[in-house]
T-cell receptor, first 113, second 112 residues
């Protein structure tokens, strides 16, 4: 299995609180991604990173920010959580942008009450 | 905007059957197509990746085909086993894009 660790695995919090999810990889892959998975929508890209300090927005980036200060860590922050951000969040890594697959972590189940 | 559709949403088959899962996409300008498996409460496991220039890829009992011009891919599973029960997801990467666009998946149940 690809060396990807997401933390926490489960979190329950209240509306308006800040939340940070962490993705840690041991593969030294350049590209990292954050997705959310919701019933009826499938997986959707939130943000991605193509190197240290290099990030860009995906399809559903509103309300989220990211940071990548070192190769192995990619953080997703909800500055002020809302109930619509209740979801399962997945991190993925990819070695290069050629025909190489993305590999996924086991996800973080986030509930915002 | 690329859209990816997987039909059926759920499929139940007896053990030992060969089966085909379908994936269609609206924009044929793709870089590659990837098939994943997702077990309940788990992340996605990459099964096969087909480059836009390829027609098929095989891994063990799995064979994925790609017809880019018609916007279709199939995942063929031979001699299905109960351990194959999972949700199968298809994802397309557009030409010149970082982004994967996912289908909503087909939930497969293989009955012993």
């Amino acid at each position: 299995d690809a060396g990807i660790t997401q933390s926490p695995r489960h979190k329950v919090t209240e509306t308006g609180t800040p939340v940070t999810l962490r993705c840690h990889q041991t593969e030294n892959h350049r590209y990292m991604y954050w997705y959310r998975q919701d019933p009826g929508h499938g997986l959707r890209l939130i943000h991605y990173s193509y190197g240290v300090k290099d990030t860009d927005k995906g399809e559903v980036s509103d309300g989220y920010s990211v940071s990548r200060s070192k190769t192995e860590d990619f953080l997703l922050t909800l500055e002020s959580a809302t109930s619509s951000q209740t979801s399962v969040y997945f991190c993925a890594i990819q070695q290069g942008l050629g025909n190489q697959p993305q590999h996924f972590g086991d996800g973080t189940r986030l509930s915002i009450l | 905007k690329q859209e990816v559709t997987q039909i059926p949403a759920a499929l139940s088959v007896p053990e030992g059957e060969n089966l085909v899962l379908n994936c269609s996409f609206t924009d044929s300008a793709i870089y590659n197509l990837q098939w994943f498996r997702q077990d309940p409460g788990k992340g996605l496991t990459s099964l096969l990746l087909i480059q836009s220039s390829q027609r098929e890829q095989t891994s063990g009992r799995l064979n994925a085909s790609l017809d880019k011009s018609s916007g279709r891919s199939t995942l063929y599973i031979a001699a299905s086993q109960p351990g194959d029960s999972a949700t199968y997801l298809c994802a397309v990467r557009g030409a010149g894009s970082y982004q994967l666009t996912f289908g909503k998946g087909t939930k497969l149940s293989v009955i012993p």
